[in-house]
């Protein structure tokens, strides 16, 4: 069993990014600049945020953290996101999920101009991709098929099953996969709360990706040996034995699973430092498309 190092592949992104960002500032470039908006206080985001923010310094991009409350209307976002459209020095720029209840998350995504959309969410952008244009992958998916291409996994003529069909993850996995591209051409299947005899689908896999955002879902009897498992989900589970009262688990149970598994992403360590390295290298794109 292979244990799928995220954190240290996403160190190589940023090492090979920040090669990019040194050769900018020699020929006297303006380096990348991200932004990212975080509406409130939700524990999770304000790591998520800290980190993509915390990642743009070492690798020597400019960076702005907007915080904003968690009573802000969605008009005042939609003005945020409006002057940062606008704004020449932003190349690209984040909208935090979820968002507080009260704003209308669609039309949020929908506000960000595409060139600057480094998340991938603009419907224009999931166009693109499901017409495989080249555009901004979201930074999730796409860091999976980055493990998965450089650990050299074979997808072609596999049987993957997606569990879960979020926007972010588990639709662009289906998609992503099933094309004519690197880490690609896979039969897949996507799973959700509607599916039928789960567990007769995922015995059949040959790659699961776990994207349900139910701790430890996948449990070592649902797969078959050798799988290539990838872990997604990321859940506080509360846990007396830790001083922060919780521990963090994956969509997948480790212990059995990992019996069973060719490859598996730990969590964490796997897929989450992936999703940080593919946002920067979508900002580094911003940034030169910019330049064109
Ligand atoms: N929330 C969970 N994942 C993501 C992501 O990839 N981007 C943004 N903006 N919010 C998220």
Redo the contacts with the bound molecule.
Sequence with gaps: MTILDGKKVSNDIKDEIAEHVKAMVSKGEKVPHLAAILVGTDGA?MT?VNAKVKACERIGFNSTLIDLPDYTTEEELLQKIDQLNTDNDIDGF?????LPKHIDEQKVLMAVNPDKDV?G?HPTNVGKMALDLPTFL???PYGIMELLERYQIETSGKNVVVLGRSH?VGRPMSILMSQKRKAGDATVTVVHSRSKNLKEITLEADIVVAAIGISEFLTGDMVKEDVVIIDVGITRVPDATKKTGYRLAGDVEFESVSKKASYITPVPGGVGPM?IAM?LKNTLLARKRNLQ
């Excluded at 984040?94 to 979820?98: A, E, G, H, N, R």
């Design positions: 985001s998520y984040i909208v935090q999920l979820p998340d969410f979201p930074a999730t972010i999703t946002l």
